[in-house]
């Protein structure tokens, strides 16, 4: 058997641990296949640039790296795509068929069996359409989706790899903010941008501090609850009454209906209003319209990449979903996702790793639960504590070289 | 003997290492007078928002809190001001003395020796005034500044607590961010802006990543050399022909004639040129004039308050700085600022604790060395590893609670 493996979407601090799990499961079945006597042998290619480098053919083998155990572990702590990343997405099978004829042949010439596709909602569509046009052609080239995103929208599956390791850094960089915003004696407030688009759940993540007794963020704001400038200035007037540093956490994707320049993405002359996001426009609102110290922090990339405070959970998740994978594979499955449930009744957080069709998570986006935002839409609950808090538990220290961490990159 | 210990100007990861390493010094002392068999007592105290709670009288004894142990080394590792701060300058003396006359009021009426202020070149001000001031109407207390800014800009010390663990901040994130950045094909360019709006230490030191074998930062912009947007569109330029992802690192502080809009401070109706810094100002540049994909990232507070990832190296510093001062009060001195020289003829890094009169300090700028940087202004030279290199050794792992980092907080 030859496995092909490619990365897709965003980068996170926890994909490169499924790719190591997928080559890892490559490993394990040829032990198997071994202790069976078998004459089968099994390899395992790398893809660059996903579904894109594979158009072009750019297979790597993976062995001649991630042989060296060395350099296996610190792949699984390097964050981002190690094999680099696309965002592209195939045409409907039907339209134009040209690009599956071409995936077809190059998967064909490298006499690949299997290509596990590790990504988002996107990448789940990619792995549907490919899985489905490959079984329509009589190929038994199998597909499986391994999931991955910091914004933990995908459905089917309990949360995504990716995502706690974006919470621990969330919470250790919020509970820092709140250290530094709170030393002076003058009223402040703090808006903090945090990354998710079209769902909340990154946003919603930091009533955590609640659980190690912070009082902020006073107020959350999401995507999936209605919010407008007057109200959040309104709460924010409220909150000043009794607090002296206000902090609010607000989801780059909330869309407020009184804000028009900001929600028509107009261009000023100098395209500030296109290039800032909703942070650095709730700054200006409070400072013209409160008038007290304001700032305004966009945590930006660095939400997904910094490794060097990856959750433990996460990374053994990221690669166990990877294993998971590839031993679906080799059963013969194609078109499903990975999925990870929680079993509700354990009495400690309990993980199965499963498998869903990659259609019912393709294209869709799993919201921040309606049942966990208070009345006023300003806030998450406390039920929601307990879905997170596991998610973050453990820690991942970066292997240090110079006093800088030291990562993995294919030559 | 009583101590009275303040914190000023903006917060580090380092500052509350210094705040520890007083307290330190004072349980030294008592230590010794007992074992002098010395009737002489001594006390420490802390006062809340600096210079300004001092007028008010803002005591707390320390002991209360910092007696237990496990307080004492949390708080080492607690990022921001424990005892809050203050942005606040003394009137000169002979101009308006009440508000030296109110001081002097307070510490005799809390009976204090000695008052130690952690700041920067603002702080150092208050210390040389008042020291002098002191001394003037014949007082015995004694001033003593210990060192304090993420910027590195104080002269009269090698370099400044706080400054060591920004720059291991920034190399952590700066290098995952290089991982980020590269991970597709399309042609982009990433500007990191920093910290330092007089001089450009920070900026400087990504230098360091080359000793990790890194290409990037492609471009470091200073304070300290001329800078202008034309020169800054052709550097890019000239590297998009061999890199596919450039990275440039520009300080807060750059002031480029020929961005007039930017330098004008001027708000268009939206206030977003004043609110946008530098590198939300190139990443338009960028977009208009080049094209390419181009993202902007603004470090903001974590660059001062990220003691996640602290020196460890810094916080010792910090530490002995803050236990420097004890013993400096304790042998009767006052207006000085303790100092680290480094041991230039040492094969390895060596520093040793001194002090200098604080109105050397005072409102001064240390700046980058010229002879540092290329003559093309838009990199640092090698030379200037060496000086960076050993502030950013070792590690500090925060208390973990619940997957996320305990502070220390006073109650």
Chains 1, 2 share one sequence.
């Not at 052609?137 to 995103?149: C, D, F, Q, Y």
């Not at 946003?203 to 999401?222: D, K, M, V, W």
């Not at 879905?387 to 292997?399: A, K, R, T």
């Amino acid at each position: 058997m030859r496995f092909a493996v490619a990365q897709s979407g965003g980068p996170t601090a926890a994909i490169n641990a499924s790719l190591a799990g997928v080559y890892e499961a490559a490993m394990d079945i040829r032990r198997k296949l071994e202790a069976d006597g078998s004459p089968e042998k099994i390899e395992i290619f790398g893809v660059m640039h996903g579904v894109q480098g594979l158009l072009d053919g750019k297979l790597i083998n993976l062995e001649d790296t991630l042989s060296d155990p060395m350099k296996l572990a610190l792949l699984k702590k390097t964050p981002a795509s190690a094999l680099g990343s696309c965002r592209f997405r195939l045409p409907a099978p039907g339209t134009d068929e040209s690009m599956y004829e071409t995936l077809l042949d190059v998967l064909n010439r490298n006499r690949i069996d299997a290509l596990f596709y590790i990504g988002g909602n996107d990448s789940m569509d990619t792995v549907a359409k490919l899985s489905e046009w490959l079984t329509k052609k009589g190929s038994p080239i199998r597909v499986i989706g391994v999931p991955k995103t910091i914004d933990n929208d995908l459905v089917g599956t309990d949360h995504t790899p990716g995502f706690g390791s974006a919470v621990k850094y969330l919470m250790t960089t919020m509970s820092e903010i709140l250290r530094d915003c709170s030393v002076y004696q003058v009223q402040s407030v703090t808006i903090v941008e945090i990354m998710g688009r079209d769902a909340g759940w990154l946003t919603a993540s930091t009533c955590l501090l609640r659980r190690n007794g912070e009082q902020a963020p006073h107020f959350i704001y999401l995507p999936e609850s209605e919010f407008t400038v007057a109200q959040f200035l309104s709460d924010v007037r409220e909150a000043l009454k009794t607090h002296r540093s206000v902090v609010c956490a607000v989801s780059e994707g909330v869309s407020p209906p009184d804000a028009a320049l900001f929600r028509s993405g107009e261009n000023d002359e100098f395209g500030h209003a296109y290039l800032s996001g909703i942070g650095k426009y709730l700054e200006k609102q409070v400072q013209q319209r409160i008038g007290c110290k304001v700032r305004s922090v966009e945590l930006n990339i660095m939400q997904r990449c910094s490794a060097h405070v990856a959750s433990y959970t996460d990374l053994l998740e990221a690669e166990r979903c990877g294993i998971h994978a590839g031993w679906l594979a080799y059963s013969g499955q194609s078109g499903v996702m990975v999925s990870m449930q929680r079993n509700p009744d354990a009495y400690n957080y309990e993980i199965t790793f499963t498998e869903i069709p990659a259609a019912e998570a393709a294209n869709q986006i799993k919201t921040f639960p309606k049942e966990w935002i208070t009345p006023e839409g300003n806030q998450v609950r406390d039920a929601a504590i307990g879905y997170f808090l596991p998610l973050i538990q453990g820690e991942v220290y970066p292997d240090m070289r110079n006093g800088m961490p030291s990562h993995f990159q294919f030559e």
